[in-house]
């Protein structure tokens, strides 16, 4: 009895329609003794493609959000033991 292969044209997780390649990169990091092969597709029907360029899109603010948080987050810790510093040489200075 032959052995079925895996289909080979990729489908969609969620709604199922065949999903179409936009972009192939190939890359050999450094160190690897193998390629590292990326490939970007897109799903064939109009309406999911839709709803995941929605999601991504929302993923995307959230991060850039998340990002500006963490760097105000810094810009404060480094603002208060800039002042914290400063006024313990204040402190010693005067005794």
Same mark, same amino acid.
């Given at each position: 009895m032959a052995?079925k292969? $895996?289909?080979?044209?990729?489908k969609?997780?969620?709604?199922g329609?065949i999903?179409?390649?936009?972009?192939?990169?190939e890359?050999?990091?450094?160190g690897?003794?193998?390629p590292?092969?990326?490939?970007i597709f897109r799903?064939? *029907?109009v309406?999911?493609? $839709?709803?995941?360029?929605k999601?991504e899109a929302?993923r995307?603010?959230?991060?850039?959000?998340? *990002?500006?948080a963490?760097?105000?987050? $810094?810009?404060?810790?480094?603002?208060?033991?800039?002042?914290?510093a400063?006024?313990?040489? $204040?402190?010693h200075?005067n005794i």
């Amino acid at each position: 009895m032959a052995m079925k292969l $895996a289909s080979p044209t990729p489908k969609c997780f969620q709604c199922g329609s065949i999903l179409i390649q936009i972009s192939k990169i190939e890359s050999h990091p450094e160190g690897s003794l193998f390629p590292q092969t990326t490939s970007i597709f897109r799903c064939s *029907n109009v309406e999911c493609q $839709a709803q995941k360029d929605k999601d991504e899109a929302k993923r995307m603010k959230l991060q850039e959000e998340k *990002n500006e948080a963490d760097k105000n987050r $810094a810009s404060q810790r480094q603002k208060r033991s800039v002042k914290g510093a400063s006024e313990i040489l $204040a402190k010693h200075s005067n005794i």
